[in-house]
């Protein structure tokens, strides 16, 4: 009888091992899933900021040449630069 238990004892400590050993895999494959995750949002990220950074520049010369533009017309220029800025122009508040 006594080797009956010990037997049991050794199977349930194996069966332990085997799931710690799984459970071990699973928690070390989503972490690598997750840092894999937190470098494509690191990249994309900084894409989106180059983007802006780009965006920003080109609002700059499209706006510089509109003022340069219609630098003797402020009234012209006020319609322009709002295009530029995505604003709404009003003439009623101009005077």
């Known amino acids: 009888m006594f080797d009956l238990l010990n037997a049991q004892k050794q199977s349930y400590k194996k ?16 972490n690598d899933a997750f840092a894999g995750y937190q470098k494509e949002i690191e990249k994309i990220e900084e894409k989106h900021q180059v983007k802006i950074a780009d965006l920003h520049d080109e609002k700059k010369e499209e706006l510089a040449s509109t003022i340069e533009k219609n630098k003797d017309n402020p009234e012209s220029l006020a319609r322009e630069v709002a295009k530029v800025l995505s604003a709404q122009f009003h003439k009623n508040n101009r005077s």
């Open 15 to 30: 069966e332990i091992d085997v799931l710690k050993k799984v459970s071990e895999e699973k928690e070390a494959k989503k």
